[in-house]
């Protein structure tokens, strides 16, 4: 094996990660650079998680950085890719962790649920007025695939998003460019959504002598529950104080209005869903309640008003799938510490990014990996060569006690498995690699399925 190093008992270890996009790519690339063999189990073809399903596809120099560097660790020669494979549906979690005779798994399979909305029998009408917000973003970053398989969306013009978060602003921007760019069509005007969210709506209309209100379109409404500064559209650092605070609240209302004038999409802050407003068995909109913020709590106040749409999107977060084998506490997997997200009864696993972190963010899932991978993973595998440069004085009480939870199960638990049962594990993954049509090389196999459209 090229470049494959002995652990602690002479034989070499084997890690699974399940998610081969940026949080599993940059453990697996660190493993793999450690002298491990990683197997990276993958749901899609491609290894780019919700770079290419999430991250919208006017973001076109940022998807193609991530696509870049994703390959780049995917591509070492200790990392076996296994494309098109589910863990849950094609290879069982259970007997993946505890039977197959790997070192360690890693969860890095990200939040690809949407949060329901929270109305009882809203989702009923899933298809019948009701759209959640992955599905919809996953069709309009494929919209161009003449291979995507998914349910495809088409943009209609009044509808009401329910969110607050960057993602759902990404919805508004959606569905405020298809629509201007499917009027301006109309009128003979060709342009590109990406020209239209480089320049912004205003200025391009402009060129053509055009206002908005002269396009006849109604517009999307992003319906928040608590105010236009509370939006999680910036982070405040940890331990900040009033004023920092302050800051940040200003710089999130500029960030917003900013985005407003630019796509044109109507906010409407303080209310949260209430009821559903059903015609003929379709949801046709929503009765909001108004709401007020009172010690950073969302109060529900006496007030309610309807508001009626074409469709309601609802964006108000992304959780983790289920896997059958991992046992859940509500919506989320049932971590006992969400530093390094271990789970109890599996000894061996660890998570990283956004399955763990709940951050939606490319940064925070790739330094949530390289962390894990260096402060416990490397470490319970015994093979961690910059045990110095973690300063433990300056990590949190739930980073030490994870730590102390790593190093204990790496006292019994650190062994590499036999060379035996390493062969073994790679049979195994070559079977299912075949089974898959993969054919050895990440280039090859991203040649046969092609680049994201
Ligand atoms: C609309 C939208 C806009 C966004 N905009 C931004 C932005 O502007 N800036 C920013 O920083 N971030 C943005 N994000 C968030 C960012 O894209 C993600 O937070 C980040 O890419 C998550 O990386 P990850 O590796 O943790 O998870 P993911 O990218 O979700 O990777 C998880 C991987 O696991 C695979 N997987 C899942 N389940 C299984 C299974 N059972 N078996 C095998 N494989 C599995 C998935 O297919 C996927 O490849 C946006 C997200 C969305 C939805």
Known sequence: MPGAKAGSNGSTHIVAVIGGATAGAEVAGRLAEHGCVVVVFEQNPRPYGKIEDGLPSWHVALRRKEYDGIRAKLSHPNVHFVPNTK???????????????????????????DRGLPIEGADAYVGKGLVYQNPFVISFNHQDDPHYAGERFDYPDGCIVVGGGLASIDVSKILMLENVKRVLTERGIETSIHELEV????????????????????????????????????????????????????????????????????????????????????????RFRRTKIENGRVIPTDDTFEAR???????????????????????????????????????????????????????????????????AIEKFLGISDRAGDVDSSVASPAAQAARATADHVA?????????????EILQRVQERQKAVGYPGQLAAWIEQVGEPA
Not at 347 to 365: D, E, Q, R, Y
Not at 411 to 423: F, M, Q, V
């Open 411 to 423: 006292a019994k638990l650190g062994e590499a498995p036999s060379a035996e049962t390493l062969a």
């Open 199 to 286: 320049k912004g709506i205003p200025k391009i209309l402009e060129g053509h002598g055009l206002a908005y209100e002269d396009l006849g379109l109604a517009g999307c409404t992003l319906y928040y529950r608590r105010r236009v500064e509370d939006m999680p559209l910036m982070e405040a650092p940890e331990g900040a104080d009033e004023a920092r605070l302050e800051k940040v609240r200003n710089g999130r209302a500029r960030m917003l209005a900013k985005a407003q004038e630019k796509y044109r999409f109507d906010v409407e802050p303080l209310c949260a869903p209430d009821e559903l407003i059903v015609e003929d068995g379709r949801l046709v909109g929503i």
């Open 87 to 113: 863990i849950g549906r094609d290879v069982d979690f259970d007997d993946l962790a505890n039977h197959w005779g790997f070192s360690a798994v890693v969860l890095a399979n990200g939040a690809w649920c």
């Open 309 to 375: 749409g074409t469709w309601v999107i609802s964006s108000i977060g992304s959780i983790p799938e289920a896997i059958p084998g991992i046992p859940m506490k509500g919506e989320l997997f049932a971590f006992a510490d969400w530093e390094y997200g271990h789970i109890d009864g599996f000894p061996t696993l660890f998570s990283v990014g956004n399955v763990v972190t709940g951050k939606g963010n490319i940064v925070a899932s790739r330094k949530h990996a390289a962390q894990v991978s260096k402060e």
